[in-house]
């Protein structure tokens, strides 16, 4: 088995999904099952890491999106991938792929969805043929904009915490303020902008804080307070703008009054994860996923609600309030792990790879021995046929046919003779109505993930044992 992932998003950006994306390969290089993965490197700008199959391929370019997939269709030819997977928007031409869904923000905003990174995010969505979205919420949106999706075919898998993230001692905080210069209290905004970020409720309450020349802001990523409009708000306040390592994350949050973080909308809030994890207060809004990770540890405020703000920013600093947020911080964070996502998603893709079985409610498999003559072999799949052709089983009944020792085409070409042989004695159609489907080379992990949804294993007169064997169906019920 081989899934093919486009490392795109690490061309393009540096943000949360990249941070995603080598958790997850970092899992996978753990449990193993990056020997099934191929990871396509844009001009030598995925991240190196030891474990990990590697194509050097070029770079994305937005104007060239029709060649990029004729390139990448290419790719999964030469290599004979079983799906594909794109790390942001890109997809193949035919190779079946999976769409990771991290937030369906410009959907939900407003924003100008013909520009072109959002025309080819609809083009990966509508080309995919199942889905991981990050949370209950984002799986919704995208049903939502995008109605022709069954809940079926999309799997949740909350993104996790490092566990890096965790409580800094007295000695580090020191430290780590004296580096940067931070010689009072201080709130911490993370990714903090205009827009949906809404910063500017903080803003606007801190400013009517009677203390708050007493505090500090510590600001990382991009920054509002570069602007004279946002500036006037924080008079009298230092503010730090840092770039901060994980590690430097960690003793942040552990030293901050509170991680405050008022997003009109998240495809998941990862800073609120991680903060929790430090035991760092949380002050957020009640929007998209951000209840399905902060659960019942954060100090909840609607987005336009300067006076609960106000509120919040002064119960966060009484002691019984500040240590119970801490407490259920840290066992909220406890739900959450890259582990348990690696897991989730890996289970997802590898299921994803069985889509062309057209599993459905009952599946039966069959071990015909190809070996035998073509006469033998006639009768053998004339009667696994018949049994599953009865009008009342039809509409959710797939019977596999397993090929080991046989080309698909041969497979095709003796079965499509039983067809019509039994429509012309029969006079019982079968070719549309009836779900048949050829089962070639699996991997040992797909024979794991396909056996559970097996119900039975219709027992041939002459039957490939060694193949039953190898897929370890003897465990079926058999009949």
């Not at 889905?131 to 995008?146: C, M, Q």
């Not at 209840?291 to 600093?317: I, S």
């Not at 009484?318 to 959450?336: H, T």
Request: net charge negative; proline share 4%.
């Amino acid at each position: 088995m081989l899934i093919v992932i486009d490392g795109v998003f690490f061309q393009l950006y540096k943000t949360g999904i990249a941070r995603v994306w080598i958790s997850l390969l970092q899992e996978w290089i753990s449990n193993g099952f990056s020997q099934n993965i191929l990871l396509l490197d844009r001009a030598g700008t995925a991240p190196k890491l030891s474990g990990v199959r590697y194509r050097l391929i070029a770079p994305y370019d937005y104007s060239q999106t029709d060649a990029d997939r004729e390139m990448l269709q290419q790719i999964c030819d030469e290599e004979d991938a079983d799906l594909f997977v794109s790390t942001y928007y890109s997809t193949p031409l035919s190779t079946p792929s999976v769409f990771m869904a991290h937030d369906m923000i410009p959907e939900l905003l407003g924003w100008d969805l013909n520009q072109p990174m959002w025309r080819e995010k609809h083009y990966g969505i509508q080309h995919a043929s199942f889905y991981i979205a990050v949370s209950e919420n984002t799986a919704r949106d995208l049903i939502t904009f995008f109605p022709n999706i069954s809940q079926e075919s999309i799997t949740v898998a909350y993104n996790g915490v490092k566990n890096i993230f965790s409580p800094a001692s007295q000695e580090e905080i020191i430290r780590f303020k004296t580096k940067y210069g931070i010689s009072k209290p201080y709130f911490i905004l993370v990714g903090a902008g205009g827009g949906y970020k809404n910063t500017i409720l903080f803003l606007r309450a801190f400013t009517r804080l009677c203390t708050r020349q007493g505090f500090d802001l510590v600001c990382t990523g991009s920054s509002v307070f570069v602007s004279e409009e946002f500036r006037v708000y924080t008079s009298g306040s230092t503010v730090h703008t840092l770039y901060l390592s994980d590690e430097e994350f960690r003793v942040a949050y552990s030293g901050a009054v509170a991680l405050v973080y008022p997003s009109k909308y998240e495809g998941f809030g990862l800073p609120v994860l991680e903060a929790m994890a430090c035991g760092c207060p949380v002050i957020t809004c009640p929007n998209g996923p951000i209840p399905e990770v902060g659960g019942e540890a954060a100090l909840y405020v609607n987005d336009y609600d300067v006076d609960r703000m106000v509120n919040a920013l002064c119960d966060v600093q009484k002691p019984d309030v500040r240590n119970s947020l801490i407490a259920a911080g840290l066992e909220q964070a406890k739900k959450f792990s890259w582990t348990k996502m690696a897991e989730i998603v890996s289970s997802a893709l590898v299921d994803a790879t069985l889509l062309p079985l057209n599993l459905n409610d009952i599946n039966l498999i069959i071990f015909p021995d190809w070996f035998q003559p073509e006469e033998v072999i006639g009768r053998d799949l004339a009667k696994a046929v018949r049994s599953v052709a009865t009008p009342s089983q039809r509409s959710y009944m797939t019977l596999l046919i397993d090929t080991s020792g046989i080309s698909d085409e041969e497979a095709n070409f003796l079965l499509s003779g039983v067809v019509m042989n039994i429509l012309i004695q029969e006079d019982l159609d079968i070719s549309d109505s009836v779900k048949i489907s050829l089962v070639g080379k699996l991997s040992q992990i797909q024979w794991e993930a396909l056996l559970p949804r097996l119900k039975a294993r219709l027992v041939l007169e002459h039957e490939n044992k060694q193949a039953i064997t190898k897929a370890k169906a003897d465990s079926l019920s058999s009949y």
